[in-house]
């Protein structure tokens, strides 16, 4: 956490990037938040659109609900996905290779990746996507030794997190 501080920080831009792809989040989540759903504001009939997977906007409303329309404290919340799918892809690595040191040694490249440190700074569903992929994953691997697993929360945490990771991507 400590490494992930130290160079989330260092590299952050609290500029929006210049590819288009990051404002049509933004204006997806603008659409949802005033209730046309998941529409084109391009158009004054707003009507629905299918041009990007609408998982990441939708989570970009829902953070503009908590947090207002402010760039930054999205941005971050970003990173945290990208926090987030390290921790757990630390665990992940500690139960399949039974080495901690090895996991940890793999989570700080991780951490320390440039272009993955880019990514999490972007608002793009790079992030996101990410995180649901590793937490769907983690989930399979702790169903392993789950005889009743239809009943289990990793279960269920599984098909969330792949539903997730797809309506994101």
Same mark, same amino acid.
């Given at each position: 956490?400590?490494?992930?501080?130290?160079?989330? $920080? $260092?590299?952050?831009?609290?500029?929006?990037?210049? *590819?288009?792809? *990051?404002?049509?989040?933004?204006? +997806?989540?603008?659409?949802?938040?005033?209730?046309?759903? +998941?529409?084109? @504001?391009? =158009?004054? =009939?707003?009507?629905?659109?299918?041009?990007?997977?609408?998982?990441?906007?939708?989570?970009?409303?829902?953070?503009?609900?908590?947090?207002?329309? =402010? !760039?930054?404290?999205?941005?971050?919340? =970003?990173?945290?996905?990208?926090?987030?799918?390290?921790?757990?892809? %630390?665990?992940?690595?500690?139960?399949?290779?039974?080495?901690?040191?090895?996991?940890?040694?793999?989570?700080?490249?991780?951490?320390? *990746?440039?272009?993955?440190?880019?990514?999490?700074?972007?608002? #793009?569903?790079? #992030? @996101? %996507?990410?995180?649901?992929?590793?937490?769907?994953? %983690?989930? !399979?691997?702790?169903?392993?030794?789950?005889?009743?697993?239809?009943?289990?929360?990793?279960?269920?945490? #599984?098909?969330?997190?792949?539903?997730?990771? %797809?309506?994101?991507?």
């Amino acid at each position: 956490i400590f490494a992930f501080i130290l160079s989330y $920080y $260092y590299i952050f831009d609290t500029k929006l990037d210049l *590819n288009g792809d *990051n404002f049509n989040y933004l204006n +997806y989540a603008k659409s949802i938040i005033i209730g046309n759903g +998941y529409s084109s @504001p391009y =158009n004054s =009939n707003y009507p629905p659109t299918n041009w990007y997977p609408p998982g990441y906007s939708t989570i970009l409303a829902l953070a503009m609900l908590i947090v207002g329309e =402010n !760039v930054i404290l999205l941005k971050i919340i =970003n990173g945290l996905f990208f926090l987030g799918s390290i921790l757990i892809f %630390y665990q992940l690595m500690s139960k399949l290779t039974k080495n901690t040191t090895f996991a940890f040694s793999i989570s700080i490249l991780l951490v320390l *990746n440039s272009g993955l440190l880019r990514l999490s700074t972007i608002i #793009m569903s790079e #992030m @996101p %996507y990410i995180f649901f992929s590793i937490l769907a994953f %983690y989930c !399979v691997l702790k169903l392993i030794n789950i005889s009743d697993f239809i009943k289990s929360k990793y279960f269920f945490g #599984m098909l969330f997190s792949a539903i997730a990771a %797809y309506y994101l991507r």
